[in-house]
């Protein structure tokens, strides 16, 4: 492979690369409040209006390596048992949150409390899609009596997807694996005494 | 009533309200990254210097403010139903969190995410006590077999208050009422078919 490409859709897709991977860097090490674009520009060997081109603000790009980033944990497998495959989806999203791409998330998440059109682009971007993901695998399951027919899916989605962001913008305690296989026990299984095992 | 109270202890505590009250309104109103000390001094009428006698930063006086909105709704009654009970609590948590006390707490997990000592000082005054409040009031419900004996209480803690969080923080819709009622029904009754209702 040549050391520098002569197609120039492939030398962009080499620059859009190495800029999110900066980013993810820069900001996973040091905190979004830290990082500026000349910064991220610097470490992806590229300029600065490299990144204005494609980028209006350092949210919009940091929106853009997060969702890249999570591309590789949202999906759902399907192999007949709805437990174990929230888990796999859940375990991957949260292993993932306990990288770089974690403290890039709560830089991401800051930034929107005060920027409601990064709120709604993540929305747009991350949350919508993750959660009509969750909503199609969840009514498979609704459909093969795994889950009662009467089961409030955006509710058990809150539910489920509410424990990861609790500890990783709260800091209460690290993401870990036992919790989600505590709020998966607790979501199937109920809090009541007496439920049949 | 005297207009301005002869007693030093008295006006140093009308001061300390007016203080918590006007960070309240202006941080609710105006989103806490355009607030600063001077705004919230003007707006109580007192100096700025009053402020950093008894706050080293605007962090720290916002972490106060929302401390004291949340005094009015974190008890947990005990009338023998856990389940009525928790919904009294978190439907007076929730409620709080959609006037301007909800900007007050954005505000402040965003900072805390850059501010490390500010999301310890948070999870010490705010999170822990009420933490443990919960897990008090759930354990009375194990002991009287409200709850299952085996159940994981923290992963139940993290459950229920998740899903506020996560709308709070994320914006994926207003909280409301609905929301308490879905997360204590499937929390207690389970996702999974044929449980006994």
Chains 1, 2 share one sequence.
Do not use: N
């Not at 900001?27 to 674009?37: H, N, R, T």
């Amino acid at each position: 492979m040549p050391a520098a490409s002569p197609d120039p859709h492939r030398r962009s897709e080499q620059s859009r690369r190495a800029i999110l991977a900066a980013t993810v860097e820069l900001v996973g090490d040091l905190g979004y409040e830290q990082v500026s674009i000349e910064a991220i520009a610097r470490q992806a060997g590229v300029g600065k209006q490299t990144i204005y081109r494609w980028w209006p603000s350092k949210g919009a790009v940091t929106l853009d390596a997060l969702d890249e980033s999570l591309d590789a944990v949202v999906d759902f497998p399907d192999t007949g048992d709805i437990v174990a495959d929230l888990r796999t989806q859940m375990l991957g999203v949260s292993r993932l949150l306990t990288t770089r791409v974690g403290r890039v998330y709560q830089g991401l998440v800051a930034a929107a409390q005060s920027d409601p059109r990064l709120s709604r682009a993540h929305l747009d971007r991350v949350i919508e899609p993750a959660v009509l993901a969750c909503r199609r695998r969840l009514a498979t399951g609704v459909e093969r009596g795994e889950l009662r027919a009467d089961i409030d899916l955006q509710g058990l989605i809150d539910l489920l997807y509410g424990v990861i962001y609790y500890r990783l913008l709260l800091h209460t305690r690290p993401l870990d694996d036992d919790q989600i296989d505590a709020v998966l026990e607790i979501a199937f299984s109920g809090a009541r005494p007496g439920r049949p095992r």
